[in-house]
T-cell receptor
Framework: GAVVSQHPSRVICKSGTSVKIECRSLDFQATTMFWYRQFPKQSLMLMATSNEGSKATYEQGVEKDKFLINHASLTLSTLTVTSAHPEDSSFYIC????????????FGEGSRLTVL | QKEVEQNSGPLSVPEGAIASLNCTYSDRVSQSFFWYRQYSGKSPELIMSIYSNGDKEDGRFTAQLNKASQYVSLLIRDSQPSDSATYLCAVIKDTGRRALTFGSGTRLQVQP
């Protein structure tokens, strides 16, 4: 399957700091990438849709000023958690699909954020 | 009503048995359906996709879709301990962004 790489896999930060997570499609171009969040023992919840060259689309209840998304190229999307707080501690996962017609989404390895 | 519903489990089966995982969805316009497997602490990996009514087989896995009943299932034959994981059902509801909506997952335990 298609390869999506995410970095870092784990990050620990202090409350009030900002953290950037990168998502790269390694063997295909992705005009759209999706960012999900997963709390322990819960399912994946879509946070936002990252669109190359334009603004991200955020799901209801997700603060766009707190979760900054940049999709500057066809292979890279970044999620920045600004002024992180302990309640932002979660597993953040990006995903992308290799073709417009393909339905299958491939996921990055995930980034576990712990805010102290 | 949740958009995608799954029994949380755990579903426990002996090694070599058939595991049957079920999922229902609420939006009739959903067109694409997926099963992902997620090991603890890892991201989901795609097992099967199914787009039309009926069965689709891939090795030990068979996905079944019944759009009239809004029901999709996954059968795992000859279950192995390595199949122990959480299985996530996902659907694409909208034809625009085509983001996946996930169920809460069913935890499968295969007993050696």
């Amino acid at each position: 399957g298609a390869v999506v790489s995410q970095h870092p896999s784990r990050v620990i930060c202090k409350s009030g700091t900002s953290v950037k997570i990168e998502c790269r499609s390694l063997d295909f171009q992705a005009t759209t990438m999706f960012w999900y969040r997963q709390f322990p023992k819960q399912s994946l919840m879509l946070m936002a849709t990252s669109n190359e060259g334009s603004k991200a689309t955020y799901e209801q209840g997700v603060e766009k000023d707190k979760f900054l998304i940049n999709h500057a190229s066809l292979t890279l999307s970044t999620l920045t958690v600004t002024s992180a707080h302990p309640e932002d501690s979660s597993f953040y996962i990006c995903s992308a699909r290799p073709g417009v017609r393909s339905g299958e989404l491939f996921f990055g390895e995930g980034s576990r954020l712990t805010v102290l | 009503q949740k958009e995608v519903e799954q029994n949380s489990g755990p579903l426990s089966v002996p090694e070599g048995a058939i595991a049957s995982l079920n999922c229902t969805y609420s939006d009739r316009v959903s067109q694409s359906f997926f099963w992902y497997r997620q090991y603890s602490g890892k991201s989901p990996e795609l097992i099967m996709s199914i787009y039309s009514n009926g069965d689709k087989e891939d090795g030990r896995f068979t996905a079944q879709l019944n759009k009239a009943s809004q029901y999709v299932s996954l059968l795992i034959r000859d279950s192995q301990p390595s199949d122990s994981a959480t299985y996530l059902c996902a659907v694409i509801k909208d034809t625009g962004r085509r983001a996946l909506t996930f169920g809460s997952g069913t935890r499968l335990q295969v007993q050696p």
